[in-house]
């Protein structure tokens, strides 16, 4: 049965462009899409006020990982982006704490592992069961980034290496 609900997809792309044209014009968000005469759909709307919402924690986290590269100096889309992603990470998370759950499990890679489990630390707390993920996709050679882990008190990395990588 078709529908003319878009696509998450496609309702990322509209919030990032309503985050963009916040950006251009120097506006909050939520104003730009108050001020629209055709709202965006739901899924849209959350992830732009949500952005905005976590704009100081994510633009942390950006800066903290994007070592010698200023904020200012990173292309807005490739800003915007990470911070829908570390918004979307942290109302994920709500949602699944606020349903009772009682451990949550990121995916992480390298690239996207310390940042994303220090957001959720920094926002939930140490109190939270917290473990990851990484379905293979490191090697020996990382140890030392994993080992960037440590602090964070996680239950366990699950996978972290493929089956075949496990004698060196």
Sequence with gaps: MPTDEPTRHQSRERALGLLYEAELKREAPTAVVA?????PDRFAADLVAAAERHRVRADGLIAAASIGWPLERMAVVDRLVLRMAVAELLDQVARYLEAGYLRIKLKVKPGWDVEP???????????????????????????????????????????????DDMGG
């Design 117 to 163: 489990v220090r957001a959720v630390r920094e926002r939930f707390g140490d109190e939270i069961l917290l473990q990851v993920d990484a379905n293979a996709a490191y090697t020996l050679g990382d140890a030392c980034q994993l080992a960037r882990l440590d602090p964070f008190g996680l239950l366990l990395i699950e996978q972290p290496l493929a089956e």
């Design 35 to 39: 001020a629209l005469a055709v709202p």
